[in-house]
């Protein structure tokens, strides 16, 4: 049975930093497309961040380039999204997901059938 664990989410001022961690369980991170989308209050999720082991290739939405930076850990099979420079539109629900996502379909939430349940972050002051 696969399983993605968020955590690390939490409220935070602007313009500090949180690191969330995806735990997978049932399947290796090593052979997936590993992704973090997130969903803002009356918003529709929306893509965030994404790396492919194999390639080595990192794909960001515009919004979060250059804040945000997806890494892994294939022996611990955690995925991570450092975020930095968080501002209050980054507030949402953040989900991790695995799939075999193509490069064209790498954003679409329907290249993924495997989600956590998410974990909450609040940018605040």
């Known amino acids: 049975q696969v399983q993605l664990v968020e955590s690390g989410g939490g409220l935070v001022q602007p313009g500090g930093s949180l690191k969330l961690a995806c735990a997978a369980s049932?399947?290796?991170?090593?052979?997936?497309?590993m992704s973090w989308f997130r969903q803002a209050p009356g918003k529709e999720r929306e893509f965030v961040a994404a790396s492919r082991w194999t390639s080595g290739n990192t794909w960001y939405a515009d919004s979060v380039k250059g804040r945000f930076t997806t890494s892994r850990d294939n022996g611990k099979n955690m995925v991570y999204l450092q975020m930095s420079s968080l501002k209050p539109e980054d507030t949402a629900v953040y989900y991790c997901?695995?799939?075999?996502?193509?490069?064209?379909?790498?954003?679409?939430?329907?290249?993924?059938?495997?989600w956590g349940q998410g974990t909450q972050v609040t940018v605040s002051s």
């Open positions: 997901a695995a799939g075999r996502a193509i490069t064209s379909t790498i954003r679409f939430e329907s290249a993924y059938s495997n």
């Open positions: 049932g399947l290796s991170i090593n052979n997936y497309v």
